[in-house]
């Protein structure tokens, strides 16, 4: 409940840019487009979805926020994109909450849904919250820093890749590892990838900020974390740039059609929000809520048409530009922010 109230309370001062102000598509004059051939669909874990985008992990384990996953799950449902719930673990300690995370698949029976463990997590347990929610899919989530600042936090980080090889043999779903607002380098992907992954969400700096939010609920002082991580989209290229047979997810900080359509032309397979669409649907409601995915999906479709991208697939290989401190990040990583740019139009 705490996590809840301060997400929605985080005000400018706790943001940090994600990144994407410093990429930008090549405006093409000539799409040979018409409106109604642009298709934004997409398969993510086998199933299709209206868009490439994902309400991400916020909630659940209490009975007061059982409702918010109930308005999120009837969102994904009407708007046909996917959905994951929060962290399981309050739901395999205390049984009387398991209903909170339920309701999401009793709300949106045929929908993409995935459960939600810490990756240090046992496979028993994992099947737990996989078969409490009927998920297609389980995001294992790395959340060091957010742990050091919380009060009742972990702080043993030793044996995770292990751990995650072994459940990705011994789960009977996908398995996606999610960063939680710190993202993720080219050195980790990588070693995921060789530990078995297939699904990464980089979720990088620039979203929802726990060092912020353990701050307030009183946590062990970490203001000196505020500003720390990868920002997302600098996580995003240096994942894509690993070069590997692997689905990316960027989240962290998307706020915008703009946003989710510059993910996807780096490289991402899926986009995902949590802050701003809790905030939209506890302040103005689920009605507004199915609004502002509606206008979020017709305005990827738009940036889609004036880059000349009919799918997907083909905004995935549209040209963009990447300059500032992005650019510079990138080139001092020895990472070439040119081929980006050469790509035709």
């Not at 240090?120 to 060091?144: F, K, S, V, Y």
Request: with cysteine; proline share 3%.
């Amino acid at each position: 409940m705490e996590h809840i109230k301060y997400a929605v309370e985080l005000d400018s001062e706790d943001d940090a840019s994600a990144g994407f102000e410093d990429i930008s598509f090549v405006h093409n004059a000539l799409p040979e487009l018409r409106y109604d051939e642009v298709d934004c669909s997409c398969i993510f874990m086998g199933k299709k979805l209206h868009a490439p985008l994902m309400i991400n992990a916020i909630t659940g384990g209490h009975a007061g926020v059982a409702e918010i996953n109930r308005g999120l799950a009837r969102v994904a449902a009407e708007t046909g994109i996917a959905m994951a719930v929060g962290s399981q673990r309050a739901a395999l300690d205390d049984p009387d909450v398991r209903s909170t995370f339920a309701v999401a698949r009793e709300e949106n029976p045929k929908g993409l849904l995935l459960a939600n463990l810490n990756a240090l997590c046992t496979p028993e347990e994992a099947n737990q919250a996989i078969e409490m929610i009927g998920a297609d899919g389980i995001q294992l989530h790395l959340n060091a820093g957010q742990e050091l600042v919380m009060r009742e936090g972990e702080t043993n980080f030793k044996g995770i890749g292990k751990n995650i090889e072994h459940l990705i043999k011994n789960l009977p779903v996908p398995v996606l590892v999610k960063e939680v607002g710190f993202g993720m380098s080219r050195e980790v992907v990588t070693a995921l990838f060789e530990a078995g992954v297939r699904y990464i969400d980089v979720s990088g700096r620039g979203g929802t900020n726990f060092a912020a939010i353990e701050g307030r609920r009183g946590g062990v002082a970490g203001m000196h974390l505020k500003k720390w991580g990868i920002p997302t989209a600098i996580s995003l290229l240096e994942a894509t740039s690993a070069g590997l047979p692997i689905n990316i997810v960027a989240s962290g900080g998307l706020r915008s059609s703009l946003d989710m359509a510059l993910a996807l032309a780096a490289g991402a397979s899926l986009t995902a929000i949590a802050g701003p669409f809790l905030k939209v649907l506890v302040e103005k409601g689920e009605d507004r809520l199915i609004s502002l995915v509606g206008e979020l999906i017709a305005g990827l479709k738009q940036l889609m048409l004036l880059t000349g991208a009919a799918n997907v697939q083909a905004l995935m290989g549209k040209p963009i530009i990447i300059t500032g401190y992005t650019a510079e990040w990138l080139q001092r990583r020895g990472i070439d922010v040119n081929l980006y740019a050469c790509r035709q139009i």
